[in-house]
């Protein structure tokens, strides 16, 4: 029974700013069990379901923070974060949006 599988939605906040007026949210239906992760469920949104979806990951393993997102109100890593119930995933700042998830760097070069 630990082992059990079931489907939650992730609705995840949506915007080029390129193309889109305005953000949206979108919703995914994902299985998911024990140590399925947020950032698993991105992934697996991306690979088989919706491959527009942008969103940054580097280490994978809750050391670079690269995967802040704000889940369900709360800015967390998204690697480390279990998926256990239905979420919304917005970017953990909004006015840094890239696309999507994906923020600009808090510093440039330029800066």
């Not at 469920?41 to 393993?61: G, H, K």
């Not at 998204?78 to 998926?83: F, I």
């Amino acid at each position: 029974m630990a082992n059990e599988s079931k489907t939650v939605k992730l609705k995840v906040f949506r915007f080029d700013p390129d193309i889109d007026k305005e953000p949206r949210y979108d919703t995914y239906e994902v299985e998911t069990s024990v140590g399925y992760s947020v950032l698993n469920a991105l992934q697996y949104i991306v690979e088989n379901i919706d491959p527009t979806l942008s969103f940054y990951v580097s280490c994978r393993i809750g050391v670079c923070l690269g995967c802040m997102v704000r889940i369900n109100g709360k800015v967390l890593r998204s690697c480390s974060t279990m998926l256990t119930e239905d979420v919304t995933l917005e970017p953990a700042d909004m006015k840094r949006v890239l696309k999507d998830l994906t923020m600009k760097a808090k510093h440039t070069i330029e800066e």
